[in-house]
């Protein structure tokens, strides 16, 4: 399509083969191309949902191993809050929360 400045000038066109009889030739190949391709996508879909059962399987297996090593940890090695902290000086565990101040003498 050219433009003469005017309008649209199609004078080009009339030498050109009738689009509208190559697109009719074509068509039957186009519908066994899009009918293939269909055919794949389904197939792709099919595997795909396979693999994604697979993958949730695997993810659960690996939950349930995770626990399984969890609950067989010793009651030292164990980590998250409260496991590794560090527990307060030996001399404050055994003084009496109250001063005895009793021998001083004083009231």
Aim: glycine share 6%.
């Amino acid at each position: 399509m050219a433009i003469d400045g005017i309008g649209w000038d199609w004078s080009y066109m009339a030498n050109e083969e009738d689009h509208a009889l190559v697109a009719d030739g074509e068509t039957p190949t186009e519908f066994a191309l899009m009918t293939n391709i269909e055919n794949k996508v389904e197939t792709l879909k099919e595997e795909k949902d396979v693999v994604d059962g697979k993958l949730a399987h695997l993810l659960k297996s690996t939950k349930d191993l995770e626990n399984i090593i969890e609950s067989q940890r010793s009651e030292k090695v164990k980590e998250g809050v409260g496991y590794n902290a560090v527990p307060p000086p030996a001399a404050d565990q055994y003084l009496s929360p109250k001063k005895d101040l009793s021998w001083t003498g004083l009231p």
